[in-house]
């Protein structure tokens, strides 16, 4: 049998990783594949905490996509954001919740739901095939949908992803509460993580009409362990404009704990754009945001909408 690769989008986050471990269970034991998961970059701080703390083994780096594989993309159809090298022609099977964004040359398994993770979209998978979810698991599918969804209270959360929680973890049988702090925690934990590092682990390139846009996100319990750092952080975030060839790029420092977020201002054009779509004041470089924690429902598709036109 042809082998599947399992893989979510560059710039792993807690939901990618744990979905393509999630896929590759529900690859083998309900489709029956001879499927494998692997991971398209670095493990980040809080995923390396839900892999420790439920003894799950990260998936393999892949290094190189040698063209006769057949891949299940997680948590990603954008081939910006996909591993280098992937091919159209690969791509058998989508699994996600985003925007789809995608031309496909043959027809595919596509299933995106408007839900708050890909971890929740696989839960649901699991029931329609009418299989049980083992409590290993359901704790890496909580742990997605816990992390995406920023406790569930981003507005990406939905009523279903609070059904599956509490569904979950008859399984899994967390003490959430203190779960979501650990979880938090190692979010935010700086440990490890250089500048460069801080404004790319969570790092999308999107086309938004004819621009090309980057837009970073820092989730964390303590934004001035950042904000510290603007002048830096902003520098190198102009290098990286230059270098990934952008016409912007936005960072949006997210606080997770007030439910708020910082955008760190890099240029002229940004400012503008940013104005006109948000109407925020902008001093020292930064506007404020009340109320926005999420890139994929409350920034994507304004300056999607707004670079369009
Ligand atoms: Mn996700």
Not at 133 to 145: R, S, T, Y
Not at 183 to 211: C, H, N, P, V, W
Request: hydrophobic share 45%; glycine share 6%.
């Amino acid at each position: 049998m042809k082998k599947t690769i399992i893989i979510g989008h560059k710039n792993p986050d807690t939901d990618s990783i744990v979905s393509s471990l999630v896929a590759e269970h529900y690859c083998k034991n309900v489709l029956r594949l001879e499927a494998k998961a692997y991971r398209a970059g670095e493990i980040n701080n809080e995923t390396k905490f839900v892999l420790d703390k439920f003894s799950a083994l990260a998936p393999q780096l892949l290094k190189k996509i040698k063209g006769d594989e057949d891949f299940v993309l997680v948590d990603h159809n954008e081939l910006s954001q996909a591993a280098d090298g992937l091919q159209i022609g690969q791509i058998k099977r989508i699994i996600d919740h985003h925007k789809v964004n995608l031309q496909t040359e043959a027809p595919i398994f596509l299933r995106v739901d408007p839900i708050g993770s890909t971890a929740s979209v696989l839960a649901r998978m699991y029931g329609e095939a009418g299989k049980k979810i083992p409590a290993n698991i359901a704790k890496l599918i909580l742990a997605g949908i816990l992390s995406d969804t920023l406790d569930l209270n981003s507005p990406t959360a939905t009523e279903a992803d609070r059904k599956l929680v509490k569904e979950l973890n008859k399984i899994a049988k967390l003490d959430l509460k203190k779960f979501v702090a650990e979880l938090f925690a190692a979010k935010s934990s700086l440990k490890g993580i250089s500048l460069e590092t801080l404004i790319t682990q969570d790092y999308k390139t999107f086309e938004m009409g004819a621009s090309k846009v980057g837009i970073a996100a820092w989730e964390t319990t303590d934004p001035k362990s950042v904000t510290v750092q603007k002048e830096k952080i902003l520098e190198l975030l102009a290098g990286k404009k230059a270098a990934d060839k952008l016409d912007h790029i936005v960072f949006m420092l997210v606080d997770i704990v007030a439910q708020n977020s910082i955008l760190f201002v890099v240029g002229e054009k940004e400012e503008d754009i940013l104005r006109k779509v948000f109407g925020g004041e902008v001093a020292n470089r930064e506007m404020f945001l009340p109320g926005v924690v999420s890139r994929k429902k409350q920034i994507v598709p304004r300056l999607t909408e707004a670079l369009s036109k």
